[in-house]
């Protein structure tokens, strides 16, 4: 499910994504400072990405993640919600996020003896 609101002053767009069951905010404003436009040539964008009780995220051991990218780059995936689907899905690949999934099902599997 995706919410999605904005607010018109600061061009800062707010999303709500549901991820494996973890409730994921993400704050973005495509044009974070006006003037990168003539100062680097292209907008630069302010993407926060947080989840619900800060439960760690692929990206992130803290559940919070701040990120500048060009606006351009992150449109070219459809919208913020996409490029983050991209981003969870491109870094629970990596070793870390496996090795903290295997810690976590230890931790929570019952022991009997």
Same mark, same amino acid.
């Not at 600061?10 to 767009?13: A, F, R, V, Y």
């Not at 100062?39 to 760690?56: C, D, E, F, T």
């Not at 490029?83 to 070793?95: D, G, M, R, T, Y």
């Given at each position: 499910m995706i919410n999605i609101s904005m607010n018109n002053k600061? =061009?800062? =767009?707010t999303f709500s994504l549901l991820w494996k069951s973890i409730s994921i905010e993400i704050i973005?404003? *495509?044009?974070?400072?006006?003037?990168s436009k003539e @100062? &680097?040539?292209?907008? $630069?964008?302010? &993407? =926060? !990405? @947080?989840?619900? %009780?800060? !439960? *760690?995220l692929p990206f992130t051991e803290t559940g919070y993640r701040s990120h500048f990218n060009s606006a351009e780059y992150i449109e070219t995936f459809g919208s913020p919600v996409d490029? !983050?689907?991209?981003? $969870?899905?491109?870094?629970? =690949?990596? %070793?870390e996020w496996k090795t903290h999934l295997k810690k976590m099902r230890a931790k929570s599997q019952l022991n009997l003896f």
């Open positions: 600061t =061009q800062e =767009q973005y404003t *495509p044009d974070y400072a006006p003037t @100062i &680097l040539g292209y907008r $630069l964008a302010h &993407l =926060q !990405v @947080i989840s619900k %009780n800060r !439960v *760690p490029f !983050v689907k991209n981003w $969870l899905s491109e870094a629970e =690949q990596n %070793n």
